[in-house]
């Protein structure tokens, strides 16, 4: 598939390359060609290619390709030319809107202030997704400053969809921090569950109303309202990310309204994921615990070692990790390694995403340090790469010039060429002087002329060759000199490549000793459960009067 999509993005770009070499009204240049350069330019950075955007867009005239190059400016880390074209773009005409959201998320001097100011300018004039973001923002920063009302106020102007429902489930966060009672923030995720619905991206729609069923029936149990919290748990989707920590919920506000059974059923199911997501290692011990309540010693007992196993086996998982990690990186090892499988395609099924690795994987990214960490190594990886198909590029280019050059400090001599004109000139002479007809004489006159162009030219050979070998030494060496840059370059960004690598390692490798962490806990759990359970059995035998 990757592969698939590289060959379509060349072959899109080589068909409007194409079309702009061989449509004549657009050879002349013009307002088609402009518009062309503008497509190529959005084209490349929307399929990640930045560089290939600012060369289009590289003599920006309208706003629209001002827009196009800012943001691929802004990629590229090019921050004060960036903001430079942004303020341009603000005083403008058409993309007012878009200026000002993208200068927003830039760092100001004057702080909030400033960033207020673009966001409103945003909400005013921009439409669509940017105009809800940049309201979501504002929101945002009502919220973080304390002013709750203020925020619902802004998030009640947006229109339903995702950042709408985005802004209620941070405010229903926060009224279940200050709140005694859950209803204001209950009501506030009722509200966000009803904008998701709107969004029109509909994975990203199910996916943020599996984590709003997930707080609200987290807040109804945390509340002793576990039929309202069994309502929202069993309307998340099960093939949902947020699934396993909903079965776990699910079971403990089961197993808390006393139905043990239906509790362990839950659990049971959640047990099925990776014990890397959450809810899953409480998951494993719950299922004991629920036979332990039901009255079921033996298959409490049974249930405990099991999970004592599984902890065991999932720290083990973790310390091959670590040392894959330590062995080749976390890029590698994390990252690259999760993504192939040794799974056959006609064996591979939904399961396989659930993969301990990927698990873990799924999990660290959640981080935004390592969210950054991993995009900053895959960027310089695909840097490199580029970098040195340019080098090779630019050896065979050189290769082909020296083909082409001759020996240095040559001359070419055309003595050889001129004796062989001057002995046709002179059997030509010999002709003449016989008795011969008007036509020969005539073709004998343009032979003549012939020779002596043949003799003219060879006498402009010489300098034309070395002309020629002027041009591509001067060639030569500008080649050399961009040899030189990119290899500079090349060895700059391996080094940027080997910090990152290393500090993406130590984010990692912590990680994952946190992980074996919570693993050794889960351990202790367990193990203290079966201490109690068989200090229990004992007391029990001992009232029996059995040894």
């Known amino acids: 598939m990757v592969v698939l999509a590289k060959f379509r993005k060349v072959s899109t ?10 449509i004549p009204g657009l050879a002349s240049g013009g307002s088609d060609l402009a518009s062309l350069h503008l497509g190529l330019a959005q084209f490349a950075l929307d399929t990640h290619e930045p560089a290939a955007a600012l060369r289009y867009t590289w003599n920006a005239t309208t706003e629209a390709e001002r827009l196009v190059r800012a943001k691929a400016l802004l ?35 004057s702080g909030d202030n400033k960033t207020r100011e673009y966001l409103e300018t945003a909400a005013k004039r921009a439409s669509g997704s940017d105009r809800q973001k940049a309201l979501y923002r504002l929101a945002e920063i009502e919220r973080e400053a304390g002013h709750t009302d203020r925020a619902g106020k802004v998030l009640a102007s947006m229109e339903p969809g995702y950042w709408a429902a985005l802004g209620y489930m941070n405010i229903a966060a926060d009224y279940g921090r ?44 945390d509340h002793g309202d576990y039929e309202k919290a069994i309502g929202f748990l069993e309307k998340i989707p099960l093939e949902s990310y947020s699934t396993s920590h909903g079965l776990y919920l699910h079971g403990l506000a089961l197993s808390a309204s006393g139905n043990q059974r239906a509790a362990m059923q839950s659990w049971h199911r959640a047990k099925k994921y990776p014990l890397a997501y959450p809810g899953v290692a409480n998951a494993w011990l719950g299922t004991g615990r629920g036979y332990d309540l039901a009255g079921y010693l033996g298959q409490a007992g049974e249930a405990y070692l099991a999970a004592n196993a599984s902890y065991e086996s999932e720290r083990v998982t973790l310390r091959k990790l670590a040392d894959q990690i330590r062995q080749k990186g976390a890029y590698q090892a994390l990252v690259l390694d999760a993504r192939n499988s040794e799974a056959q395609w006609f064996l591979a099924d939904n399961r396989t995403l659930t993969q301990p690795r990927t698990a873990y994987l799924i999990r660290f990214i959640e981080q935004p340090a390592s969210q950054a960490a991993v995009n900053r190594v895959a960027e310089l990886r695909e840097m490199r790469q580029t970098l040195n198909q340019r080098e090779d590029s630019l050896a065979v280019f050189r290769g082909a010039i020296s083909e082409r050059l001759g020996p240095l400090g040559h001359n070419v001599d055309g ?12 059997r030509l002479a010999n002709l003449k002087a016989r008795t011969i007809s008007p036509a020969q004489q005539e073709a004998l006159k343009g032979v003549a002329r012939t020779l002596a162009d043949l003799k003219a030219s060879v006498g402009r050979l010489d300098g034309r060759l070395k002309k020629k070998d002027r041009k591509l030494n001067e060639l030569m060496t500008r080649t050399d000199h961009a040899l030189e ?31 074996d962490h919570r693993m050794a806990f889960a351990l202790d759990r367990t193990e203290q459960q079966i201490a109690h359970l068989y200090e229990y059995l004992a007391l029990e035998n001992l009232e029996r009067g059995q040894p």
């Open 13 to 22: 770009r080589f068909a409007l390359s194409l079309t702009a070499a061989l």
């Open 75 to 109: 990629v590229t880390g090019s921050h004060q030319e960036a903001e430079r074209l942004l303020k341009e773009l603000i005083e403008g005409q058409y993309y007012r809107g878009q200026a000002a959201l993208l200068l927003a998320e830039l760092p100001t001097d």
């Open 178 to 221: 200050q709140d005694r009672t859950p209803s204001r923030a209950l009501v506030a995720l009722r509200v966000a569950l009803a904008m998701s619905e709107e969004d029109v991206d509909s994975q990203r729609s199910q996916e943020l109303r599996s984590r709003l069923l997930v707080r609200a029936g987290y807040l109804a149990y």
């Open 415 to 426: 003595g050889p060429f001129n004796e062989d004109i001057e002995v046709l000139v002179q």
């Open 485 to 515: 840059r990119i290899r500079t370059v090349r060895r700059t960004a391996d080094a940027l490549l080997s910090r990152a690598e290393s500090e993406l390692d130590e984010l990692a490798l912590a990680y994952v000793e946190e992980q």
